[in-house]
């Protein structure tokens, strides 16, 4: 399944927001969608869904500040 | 289909996202939304914590800095961490200005009877009290961060999680220990290590919003000096050490009243210690139209850790003569909450 798919879908199932809630560019925090605990809960999805084990030095804006970066991050841990 | 509340569990027909169907039970229930609690995370967690807790340092002064509010929940969890885990640990608690007399004496016997060592910290009280205003009259917190908690509740957690972790690095205690329960907190984050400054960036829209009013003083309540920031190299495990046990309330009340836990009488139906918690949710409803305690409660019926009966109690279970107290103590009139305007989806 596409990776961005995929997550908009676990937002939109675990955080009670519709798909055109969310704005894919801007932090899910700053939109008011998660809090810290929702940062947990998604990388936790990205352990189940791509085995990705994220270190607490990885949970960065870099890697978690929108959708499109987590995507990025996925990305990059795969390839 | 519309209803006021689920026929099988609590949750409010205003709850984001619900809906019911012919029967009346709601669409959490039905599981047709994910609510990211299921056995296996728990069972991934309790292994974390056994291999995590072998680690623990012989060094250290303590293991773990535990968050003890002096509530059942937060009794029974330092119970379990000194008795069952056999760490050393430091309780710290907030005190508000809010905490029952009851619960400050249940904080002092049971800290005596386990043996371990205590920090009470309270913040200046007119400046927790802006704080609290301002979560009332200001939108501090996103909605979406708002489901199963008051404003009101998260800006004395966020103080109490800073300030934990801040007598954790000074300390060079590995792991925090929190009382939350599965509910109150997704089960994917029973363990969980974050890292400091994208948090403390991502709060600075909430903390601006509550420097405005309550003053910039305040930020040391929520943030960690930049010199302590500076030094750290790894940051502690933070676990919630009750999501792990399967147990009621009636259990946890009887597992604790021996080392000196009582119930206090002059709390609302949804705690155990705090006096303020009454008001915090009174001002939830009026903005959401349902209890910050919905979701938590409504796990524990599914789990069968709770009747339906008994989770209504709860949330019914609201005295207007605390609620007024704590409005007279805040300086807040009735008039002034019936001006706030409902964000309702």
């Not at chain 1, 990205?46 to 949970?59: D, H, K, P, R, W």
């Not at chain 2, 169907?21 to 669409?27: A, I, L």
């Amino acid at each position: 399944m596409d990776i961005k798919y995929a997550l908009v879908e676990f937002l939109c199932k675990n955080f009670m927001v519709d798909e055109d809630e969310i704005d894919l560019n801007e932090s899910l925090i700053d939109q008011g969608i998660i809090d810290s605990f929702g940062l947990v809960e998604i990388s936790a999805f990205l352990e189940s869904a791509y085995g990705i084990v994220t270190q607490q030095e990885q949970m960065v804006r870099d890697n978690f500040g929108s959708v499109h970066k987590i995507v990025a991050y996925v990305e990059r841990w795969r390839s | 289909m519309s209803m006021d509340r689920c026929t099988r569990c609590i949750l409010s027909g205003a709850f984001p996202g619900i809906s019911f169907d012919e029967n009346g039970v709601c669409s959490f229930c039905r599981d047709e939304i994910i609510a990211s609690t299921d056995a296996t995370a728990v069972d991934e967690a309790r292994k974390r914590v056994d291999a995590l807790f072998s680690q623990k340092g012989v060094r250290v002064d303590y293991d773990a800095v535990i968050c003890y509010s002096g509530g059942k929940d937060s009794t029974y969890t330092l119970k379990q961490a000194v008795e069952k885990y056999r760490l050393k640990v430091l309780a710290f608690t907030l005190d508000n200005g809010f905490i029952s007399p009851t619960a400050f004496a249940n904080i002092r016997r049971v800290v005596d009877n386990l043996g371990v060592d205590h920090i009470l910290f309270r913040p200046a009280k007119a400046v927790f009290n802006k704080i609290i205003r301002t979560c009332v009259f200001e939108k501090v917190y996103l909605p979406g961060s708002l489901r199963r908690i008051s404003a009101g509740c998260y800006a004395c957690i966020s103080m109490v999680n800073n300030l934990a972790l801040r007598l954790a690095l000074e300390k060079k205690a590995p792991f925090i220990i929190a009382g939350f329960t599965l509910g109150q907190i997704p089960a994917n984050a029973i363990i969980y290590q974050n890292n400091y400054r994208f948090l403390a960036d991502s709060r600075k829209r909430s903390l601006d919003i509550l420097k405005t009013q309550a003053g910039p003083e305040i930020g040391k309540y929520f943030l960690l000096p930049d010199d302590l920031v500076d030094s750290v190299t790894t940051y502690p495990y933070t676990i919630n050490l009750l999501c792990l046990e399967e147990v009621t309330e009636e259990q946890i009340v009887a597992a604790i009243a021996p080392i000196g836990w009582q119930a206090p009488q002059d709390v609302d139906g949804c705690s155990s210690n705090c006096r303020l918690n009454v008001f915090n949710n009174y001002v939830h409803r009026l903005k959401f139209g349902y209890s910050p305690y919905e979701l938590e409660l409504s796990h524990l019926i599914r789990n069968n850790l709770l009747s339906r009966s008994e989770a209504l109690e709860k949330v019914r279970k609201q005295p207007q003569d605390q609620l007024e107290s704590v409005m007279r103590h805040l300086q807040i009139t009735k008039d002034q909450l019936l001006q706030i305007v409902p964000v309702r989806k």
